[in-house]
């Protein structure tokens, strides 16, 4: 889907963890064809001092799809079992 010329007002939605959760949902937003900005608070010049006193990072997109961005990311929050407890 091509985005250009459309206005929409983007907002932050909610706070990473880590580089991985952020790196899972980008993926899946960019699956679903969402725009979204994944934002780090990582600074090289304090050595990630904003990260241990803010968190890693947060995700920003449209308004409109807050929704579809918190369900993704409860998804990729949810602890996964292990098919076949070997038992």
Not at 2 to 17: E, N, T, Y
Not at 48 to 66: D, I, P, S, T
Request: with cysteine; proline share 3%.
């Amino acid at each position: 889907m091509d985005h250009a010329g459309m206005a929409f007002s983007v907002v932050k939605i909610a706070p990473l963890q880590n580089e991985i959760e952020a790196g899972l949902l980008r993926d899946e937003l960019t699956e679903r064809d969402i725009p979204h900005c994944i934002i780090s608070y990582h600074d090289s010049a304090f050595d990630g001092l904003f990260q241990l006193v803010r968190g890693w990072g947060h995700v920003e997109a449209a308004l409109e799809h807050k929704e579809t961005v918190m369900l993704a990311l409860e998804a990729i929050r949810q602890p996964h079992s292990e098919s076949g407890s070997g038992n």
